[in-house]
């Protein structure tokens, strides 16, 4: 009798198996398991407000590049190095191009890119000064230790009437891209922004350079029109993640309440053309400066604007990206998918919180080949401290299943720090990636309040748990009353005294 059960069970499952399972729904919302989550980096450590958090997940390192820090940490947490952002980036312009950072380096950026099996990284220095330049690392392998990197510095604007901030990053097939948010050293200078665009291969070659970089950036006062109104403000440009489109990158932007621009840099490799006025509309979200509250009653935190502050990315042709906006005074996180080459949205969607108290702010996000994404962020409300966050999705090709928001860690006290112009600043970004040697692994660094007035990095492993399809449950309960309408089934026809 017990063979005749285990075959009808051997039976189901492989009828299950077999099944394909149907879109539209899942069989149970997706979930992570925290792996290694270990503090990062400090407010003492880097003496900057805000930190600007970003950090990137190699083979075998996670690296941390925040405002006043450069960290390396292996995947158990364990620091391999640390060192002053200004000696990172100077430590790499000598053994590259040369030169030194200008005043203070800031608003740092850092990639893997699997491809190519390097590491890219950008940052700005010379804060509102003539002499503001762009700077450019590569690794010259996939080893992120600081003494195997390569920088140049790149004059941001050479008629000397801009400078740069808040630089952004991308990677495709064919080029590195930067895009910088240029505002007027004098008064009378209007804001534009400015893209760099590098060959990949120049900077991943057997002596890395910015040879055959192009430069699109406006060099008069008042130019019009502007750079920005075609292509938007804070440009992000995208990484490839699955490097479907070698020949054209992708840059997004939030261009307004009503619409997202997207701007494209194609044609030959050394001269590429830079082609905006792509516009695609979405639903109407309030794009004002948002003020979180927080537990202890202190100074409401600065919980940034609507624009892309971390990487969109690119997934077998789609774009997609996240960003905060004002529903009805509290701020919430919008998950977009575009289909890169038609312009299309097919998806839009705000990201649900089992806590509806919770403000989420500073989101990323990231989306493997299977569907399988993450975003993460900061949260807080009257009853809680900043703290580290992130929730799972899953994208069936029309929408996305979400879980229930998890805690990463844990804010500890009010955080209550005033720049000159009153903002409890924040942020300004987070950063989180799939992991290079395992695509149901994602890695998130995110920022909390640690102690009075302390902010702290926190580096977290989302391991996703796989969830079965409807199909195959149905299946497999089916597979087992089976089972078991057979076995009664024989038990009545059994002669007494019989051992089955």
């Given amino acids: 009798m017990r063979r005749t059960i285990h075959h009808a069970l051997a039976m189901a499952l492989l009828a299950c198996a077999a099944s394909t399972p149907r879109a539209g729904a899942l069989a149970q919302a997706p979930s992570f398991t925290l792996g290694a989550n270990f503090n990062g980096s400090s407010i003492n450590q880097s003496g900057f407000i805000p930190p600007d958090t970003m950090g990137a997940i190699g083979p075998n390192d996670y690296v941390e590049l925040i405002n006043g820090r450069f960290a390396r940490y292996g ?39 699997r491809h190519s099996g390097r590491w890219f990284a950008t940052a700005v220095d010379s804060l509102r000064s003539a002499t503001s330049g762009i700077l450019v690392g590569v690794t010259t392998g ?30 495709n097939g064919n080029w590195v891209t930067i895009s910088s948010n240029m505002f007027g050293v004098a008064g009378t200078t209007s804001t534009s922004i400015s893209v760099l665009t590098i060959p990949k291969a120049s900077l991943t070659g057997g002596t890395p350079s910015l040879t055959g970089n192009a430069y699109f950036a406006d060099t008069t006062a008042n130019p019009s029109p502007r750079l920005v109104d075609s292509n938007g403000f804070t440009l992000h440009p995208v990484y490839d993640y699955s490097n479907s489109s070698p020949t054209v990158a992708y840059l997004a932007s939030r261009f ?44 409401t935190i600065d919980a940034g604007d ?17 960003h905060s906006f004002d529903d009805g005074g509290k701020s919430r996180t919008v998950v977009y998918r575009l289909d890169a080459t038609t312009n299309t949205l097919e998806f839009e969607g705000t990201v649900p919180l089992a806590n509806a108290a919770l403000w989420a702010y500073y989101p990323s996000i990231a989306v493997n080949e299977s569907g399988a994404l993450a975003v993460g962020f900061s949260g807080s409300d009257d009853a809680t401290y900043v703290s580290s966050y992130a929730i799972a999705g899953q994208f069936d090709g029309t929408t996305v299943t979400w879980g229930t928001e998890q805690l990463l860690h844990a804010g500890g006290a009010n955080y209550s720090r005033l720049d000159g112009a009153g903002r409890n600043r924040w942020g300004d970004y987070s950063a ?3 992991d290079p040697s395992d695509p149901t692994r994602f890695w998130t660094i995110q920022e909390f309040a640690s102690a009075t007035n302390q902010w702290q990095m926190r580096v977290t492993e989302l391991q996703f748990n796989p969830v079965p399809a409807p199909s195959t449950i149905v299946l497999l309960a089916g597979g087992v009353a089976a089972a078991a309408w057979m076995h009664r089934r024989r038990r009545r026809r059994a002669p007494r005294g019989d051992p089955g």
């Fill in 432 to 434: 989180l990636q799939v």
């Fill in 306 to 322: 609507s624009r892309f502050s971390a990487s969109p990315g690119l997934v077998n042709g789609k774009i997609w990206g996240a």
């Fill in 142 to 171: 996939s080893d992120p230790s600081a003494g195997n990197w390569r920088a140049f510095r790149f004059d941001a604007d050479p008629t000397n009437l801009r400078w740069a901030d808040y630089p952004t990053m991308g990677i």
């Fill in 75 to 113: 995947k158990t947490g364990v620091q391999q190095e640390a060192r002053s952002l200004d000696s990172f980036w100077n430590t790499a312009l000598a053994a590259g191009g040369g030169g030194t950072v200008q005043s203070f380096s800031f608003d740092p950026r850092v990639m893997y890119d």
């Fill in 256 to 299: 307004n309440s009503s619409f997202l621009q997207v701007s494209t840099i194609s044609g030959s490799v050394a001269a590429p053309t830079l082609t905006g006025n792509r516009f695609v509309q979405t639903q109407t979200r309030s794009m004002g400066d948002i003020n979180a509250p927080q537990l202890g009653g202190n100074d």
